[in-house]
């Protein structure tokens, strides 16, 4: 073994306090417990993150297409029955839905607020796992004709219900002798949605196409083709295959030009965040250096004796480092420990908090989401954990080689 038996008494014994040297046991103490949070901290956070990025993506993908294709023109896109088929003979694309979207206003009982209008067909709207599997009120099989799907928060926001009716005034209304007259349908609520993300929950409206199509005008055509990909990871290729399909008809807009700058200013602040919380591993390991150095300091009759006795510069090195390390490794273990299990039960403890405290920790109009997500990526919590003991261990080298750098002639004269 690397360590002799001799050694780890000698080092073991050192990290058990007597009286007089409790201040030394305590500031190790600290170490141990710094190194311990900074790990589970960073554990926690970096499952936090990963989570939210899993979750936005899957619902940002699960409600909207991987490839978006709008007319190369603007406006409406005509005939566009011939490029559907088109497009599902490309490989790798499992589904094309002809969409049609608009904002309106919606009117109930004199509350008027702003509103996404989507117009699918009916039996895309039922194989959209993100909404058919979602619905909380009514029945999927209910939305068609002139009944419409609206989000949980929308429905809790306006008093509505299964059966109950909301009125849709168009951006643009009617042209007459007396001015432009606004455009108003009512539509009866027949599901209602929740996917869990605030700003679909709240602001979205499911109307059938033809629908959709006669309240924004579009006649027979369609504002975009969703296009659904069998590996979305993989999009650039997929957007290729499909520019070539679609070429001097359409345009074609993936999933990660739609929201680069969001996912973009994710990446980033989890980088910044993995950053700045590896420095509170870092003033851990500044930590056992200042105990170690102590603890030479204080043991510096005891190196003489044993190198008198015949122990060498390389036992007395091993003996302290074994010393510190052994805080940074027990410190790791336990932060490790610590940050897997909040990662594992946060939205069980945030739950907890919130019932204790009264306060609400997560709004979802803030956070877009209605749970705190958590998703623990292993690579993750290697590189994590290989970090602090590198950082323990590399804390643990100078005060050890000074340590057997001490000279037993000065160390017993001075003593």
């Not at 619902?59 to 566009?80: A, E, T």
């Not at 209008?117 to 619905?135: A, Y």
């Not at 420990?337 to 990662?343: P, Q, Y």
């Not at 997560?362 to 590189?383: G, H, M, R, T």
Request: no cysteine; aromatic share 8%; hydrophobic share 50%.
């Amino acid at each position: 073994m690397i360590f002799s038996a001799f050694e780890r008494m000698v080092a073991m014994r050192y990290l058990r306090a007597r009286r007089q040297e409790g201040f030394i046991s305590v500031i190790a103490g600290f170490s141990l417990l710094g190194i311990a949070l900074g790990v589970a901290t960073l554990i926690i956070v970096m499952s936090v993150m990963n989570g939210f990025r899993a979750e936005l993506l899957g619902r940002v993908l699960g409600l909207n297409g991987h490839l978006n294709v709008y007319s190369v023109r603007g406006g409406p896109l005509p005939d566009y029955d011939p490029l559907v088929q088109r497009l599902q003979g490309v490989s790798g694309v499992v589904g094309v839905t002809p969409t049609v979207e608009g904002q309106a206003l919606v009117s109930v009982r004199g509350v008027a607020s702003g509103a996404v209008v989507r117009g699918v067909r009916p039996e895309d709207f039922r194989v959209r796992p993100t909404l058919s599997r979602n619905i909380v009120r009514g029945t999927v099989e209910a939305f068609g004709e002139d009944n419409i799907a609206i989000g949980i928060r929308m429905a809790q926001r306006l008093g509505l219900a299964v059966g109950d009716q909301l009125t849709l005034i168009a951006p643009q209304g009617n042209v007459t002798a007396f001015g432009t007259v606004p455009r108003m349908r009512s539509f009866t609520i027949g599901a209602v949605f929740d996917v869990g993300m605030f700003e679909y929950d709240n602001s979205f409206i499911f109307l059938p196409l033809p629908e959709a199509q006669a309240f924004f005008r579009t006649g027979e055509a369609v504002t975009s083709l969703e296009v659904f990909v069998s590996d979305p990871t993989r999009i650039r290729e997929a957007r290729d295959a499909i520019q070539s399909a679609v070429a001097g008809v359409g345009r074609v807009v993936d999933w990660q030009q739609s929201n680069a700058s969001f996912f973009t200013a994710l990446q980033v602040e989890r980088n910044v965040m993995f950053l700045i919380l590896s420095l509170i591993i870092t003033v851990a390991a500044f930590n056992i250096i200042s105990s170690l150095i102590m603890l030479v300091k204080d043991k510096g009759r005891d190196i003489a004796i044993l190198r008198t006795m015949g122990a060498t510069r390389g036992m007395i090195m091993r003996i302290f480092f074994l010393s510190g390390a052994s805080v940074g490794v027990a410190g790791t273990l336990v932060g490790v420990a610590l940050g897997v299990s909040f990662a594992l039960n946060i939205e069980t403890i945030r739950q907890g908090i919130q019932a204790l405290t009264g306060t609400n920790l997560f709004n979802a109009e803030i956070y877009f989401l209605s749970q705190l997500p958590a998703k623990i990526d292993w690579s993750e919590v290697v590189q994590v954990t290989l970090m602090a003991l590198g950082l323990s261990f590399a804390a643990t080298v100078y005060p050890s080689w000074r340590a057997a750098r001490l000279d037993p002639v000065e160390a017993l004269r001075y003593e």
